[in-house]
């Protein structure tokens, strides 16, 4: 199988694409790049999540890297991508590695690639290293039998979350849910060290994850909403596998959409940040987050799909927030990148200062900017109706669907078709599974439905 670098790195399944023949040609691959671009030493972090064999794919890395004439430092525990890219930054180090198929089932993992900013590596550079994976032999990759040197992620990655967003104004009870992955070691020291009281479920190390995906959405949480609803908290948080996404429940044991707490968090943390009155989101981040961003007076860019691109604009310094559709968010004070703890840790003195509940907080922006609705759709289909959906979509889009008036179509990334009375519907192949993702948005969960339905409709013709 050929090694495709997509829009967070490569992801295979475990013994099957993802070896350590394969993982040992990506850090090949990784190290000629960046002595081809000059950086021809330096140090590399490496780190990984609670999968199988996380450790040992870490060490296979870091190995071919200290051969190869960098400066190599490895996880001593799992970690989260966060944890690694800030280590990044403050060691003003070449690059950083963490092994993790982030919301991917147990049997992926996945070796992502973190640039010298600080964040995802853009499609320039992964492209360049799917080409010199594609060009590599075994007997071209270098490595040693030395001793890894270790690195401790936790201590000064906590310090420094703690030192932004400080102690809280009120003591919460807070549930926290690290559904099995690398958080369960930070976010609830965190939290206990903001003053929150905190209880904690799913918190042990499993690769099979508890036999649930690692992705922090509704469906995935129905433990936690239970335990929610029968207990007395006043939050409660959680984090996927490598702690780079949230989720939010509130009292009663209702979810949040990611797009809500996205607006949440901009329309509470936006004043209280110096920089440029901008921030970035994705093309299908929804039409709630546009209109928290803009109702406190930012400038609001959209890029396509995929947390490098927002997360190079705020590496630049052009945008004082950056967030994604699927639970990202990154505040500028902090990382270039996604941080599912940061963004649980705002919440939290968000809520704590607001004196009320996360639903409350939620109706409120609803009376002010209006109520909107999204939904994802994840849809496997046979290659052939996929290829055929998205070349009728690019060659002849519609000019009406589900009734609306098409207004635009962007094909920045995917196919997007803006509808009349502010609604949308956007079709995007993955990067990292064999799937087509459909993103809709409209006024209320009625119209949501009608777009679903020729949603369906539509691929059905393009068998």
Known sequence: MAITFGTSGWRGIIADDF?????????????????????????????????????????????????????????DAPVPTPAVDAAVLHHKAVAGINFTASHNPPSYNGFKYIASWG???????????????????????FSVGTPVDRYDFRTPYLAQLLRLVGPSSRSLKILVNPMYGTSADYLPE???????????????????F????????????????????????????????????????????????????????????AEKTKGPRAMAMSLVAGTIVERAGRSR????????????????????????????????????????????????????????????TIGTLKRALYDRLGHRSSRRLDLRIVETQKQNLLAKLRNTPPKAFA???????????????????????AFRASGTEPLVRVYMDAEDEKGLNTLQKEVEKYIALCN
């Not at 000629?32 to 030493?41: E, F, M, P, V, Y």
């Not at 939290?191 to 690769?207: F, I, R, Y």
């Not at 335990?227 to 939010?248: E, I, K, P, Q, W």
């Open 19 to 75: 070896t350590f023949a394969n993982v040992r040609l990506c850090a090949q691959a990784l190290a000629d790049r960046l002595k081809a671009i000059g950086k021809t030493n330096g140090k590399v972090f490496i780190g990984y999540d609670t999968r199988f064999l996380g450790r040992e794919f870490a060490d296979a890395a870091a190995a071919v890297l200290t051969a190869n004439g960098f400066d190599v430092f490895a996880a």
């Open 119 to 141: 964040g995802i590596a853009r499609n320039d550079e992964t492209d360049d290293l799917t080409k010199r994976v594609a060009a590599l032999s075994a007997n071209k990759v």
């Open 190 to 208: 965190l939290l206990t060290k903001m003053g929150h009281k905190v209880e904690v479920m799913n918190a042990a190390h499993d690769p099979y």
């Open 210 to 269: 508890g036999g649930i995906q690692p992705d922090p959405a509704e469906a995935n949480l129905k433990d936690m909403a239970a335990r929610m609803a029968a207990g007395s908290y006043d939050l409660g948080l959680c984090t996927d596998a490598d702690g780079d996404r949230f989720g939010v429940v509130d009292v009663d044991g209702t979810y949040l959409a990611p797009n809500d707490v996205l607006a949440l968090l901009i329309d509470y943390w």
């Open 297 to 356: 007076g930012l400038e609001v860019f959209k890029t396509p799909v995929g947390f490098k691109y927002p997360g190079k604009m705020m590496a630049e310094g052009k945008v004082i927030l950056a967030c994604e559709e699927s639970s990202g968010f990154a505040w500028t004070p902090h990382l270039p990148d996604k941080d599912g703890i940061l963004a649980c840790a705002m919440i939290a003195n968000q809520v704590a200062d607001a004196g009320t």
């Open 403 to 425: 009734g609306l008036d098409v207004a635009r179509v962007d094909q920045s990334d995917g196919v997007r078709l803006d509808l009349t009375g502010d609604n949308w519907v």
